[in-house]
């Protein structure tokens, strides 16, 4: 494989920023149905794919969501084109004979672990969402990834009929022509990370 160009590198990771004020440009059904193709392909374990996306667009669904939003996150948010729940299935493991089909048995793994499989799931979920910021990315969507909101609140108002557990939200859209405070800093090598 070789290495992608600086442009992509750049949209992917190295200008890329947090985005908090969008324009209001929609973004069209297939843009997201594209953007959960690309993101389904990065890898869990097991292929177990335990994350899920609850796309809100319109204004009745983000008036279900307001109440939950921390503060700060609100006016942001309701002004995303779309905010996405990443979110997680308790009973992930019910799809793995139908993802990791030549040991179906990969499910017990999962379900028969102490925790039931749940801190693997959450993991999993966090990485799917995670490629979905990416995926969102290289499309040329532009990402507000949130923590602050009341996450019980979410699944109550949403997730009551599928048991589904909210992990964070993604307002996703075009930024805005506000501007954009400087880019904070990050850890050198040296403090991060470690070579044996
Ligand atoms: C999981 C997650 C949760 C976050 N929660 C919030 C939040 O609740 N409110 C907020 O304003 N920003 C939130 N952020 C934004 C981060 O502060 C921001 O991504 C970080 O400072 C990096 O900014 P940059 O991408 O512009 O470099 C969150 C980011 C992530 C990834």
């Avoid at 796309?55 to 669904?61: C, L, Q, T, Y």
């Avoid at 002004?79 to 996405?84: E, R, S």
């Avoid at 048995?105 to 102490?114: E, G, L, Q």
């Avoid at 699944?155 to 075009?174: M, P, T």
Wanted: proline content about 9%.
């Amino acid at each position: 494989m070789k290495s992608l160009p600086t442009d992509a590198l750049n949209q992917l990771f190295l200008e890329a920023r947090t985005i908090n004020d969008f324009a209001p440009t929609p973004i069209e059904d297939a843009v997201l149905q594209q953007l959960y193709e690309i993101a389904k392909m990065g890898p869990t374990a097991a292929n177990s794919n335990p994350a899920r996306f609850y796309f809100i667009k319109s204004d009745a669904a983000k008036a279900k969501l307001k109440p939950y939003l921390a503060p700060n996150n609100v006016e942001k948010t309701l002004k995303a084109p779309v905010v996405a729940i990443a979110a997680f299935d308790p009973l992930f493991y019910d799809k793995v004979p139908k993802l990791f089909p030549h040991a179906p048995v990969a499910r017990d793994w999962f379900k028969d672990s102490p925790d039931g499989g749940q801190a693997a799931g959450h993991m999993n979920a966090t990485l799917g969402a995670a490629y979905l910021i990416m995926a969102a990315r290289a499309i040329g969507l532009e990402c507000g990834p949130m923590a602050g909101f009341d996450n019980a609140g979410v699944d109550r108002e949403f997730f009551g009929q599928n048991g589904w557990k909210s992990n964070f939200l993604i307002n996703l859209g075009n930024r805005s022509d506000a501007p954009i405070l400087p880019r904070l800093p990050r850890l050198d090598f040296e403090e991060a990370c470690f070579i044996d």
